[in-house]
């Protein structure tokens, strides 16, 4: 149990170290984008810096969107890496041998809780990443309906 474990644990922590640097990306890009939106907000209305502003939004969200998809493809893939892992680790717990070490026990229960905080983790970060391109579409949208 313990090497199929590990293995399969690996496998969904390395992916949470992709998530994680590819997560700091979007933030950057997203905390750009929402400064620019609130200084498009404040710029005045057809003016020059007001078209400025905006051609920067769109230039941010030619970075951020690329970035939001390829961590929503991750986050995807790591999610059922992790629902393997957990099946797998109900299956033990459901069937428990009788000659299970306290190793063997302890090291079921490690990553029992170590799957369940990813889960939190991942769930949280897909709700929060598949929601950006909604948003930036229509932040990109209103201006030009305003326009029409």
Same mark, same amino acid.
């Given at each position: 149990?313990?090497?199929?474990?590990?293995?399969?644990?690996?496998?969904?922590?390395?992916?949470?170290?992709?998530?994680?640097?590819?997560?700091?990306?979007?933030?950057?890009?997203?905390?750009?984008?929402?400064?620019?939106?609130?200084?498009?907000?404040?710029?005045?209305?057809?003016?020059?810096?007001?078209?400025?502003?905006?051609?920067?939004?769109?230039?941010?969200?030619?970075?951020?969107?690329?970035?939001?998809? #390829?961590?929503?493809?991750?986050?995807?893939?790591?999610?059922?890496?992790?629902?393997?892992?957990?099946?797998?680790?109900?299956?033990?717990?459901?069937?428990?041998?009788?000659?299970?070490?306290?190793?063997?026990?302890?090291?079921?229960?490690?990553?029992?809780?170590?799957?369940?905080?990813?889960?939190?983790?991942?769930?949280?970060?897909?709700?929060?990443?598949?929601?950006?391109?909604?948003?930036?579409?229509?932040?990109?949208?209103?201006?030009?309906?305003?326009? #029409?």
């Amino acid at each position: 149990m313990k090497k199929k474990s590990k293995a399969m644990w690996t496998t969904v922590a390395e992916k949470m170290i992709d998530i994680t640097t590819l997560h700091s990306e979007c933030e950057r890009l997203t905390l750009e984008f929402k400064r620019l939106l609130g200084n498009f907000s404040k710029a005045p209305n057809a003016s020059p810096e007001r078209l400025s502003i905006y051609e920067q939004m769109e230039s941010v969200s030619k970075k951020l969107l690329p970035v939001v998809k #390829n961590l929503n493809n991750i986050l995807g893939v790591t999610s059922g890496n992790l629902s393997v892992l957990e099946k797998y680790l109900t299956d033990k717990v459901k069937d428990p041998k009788k000659d299970w070490t306290a190793s063997e026990k302890k090291t079921l229960e490690k990553y029992k809780g170590l799957a369940t905080e990813t889960r939190e983790e991942l769930n949280d970060l897909i709700k929060f990443h598949s929601s950006i391109p909604a948003i930036v579409a229509d932040a990109l949208e209103a201006p030009m309906r305003l326009k #029409n």
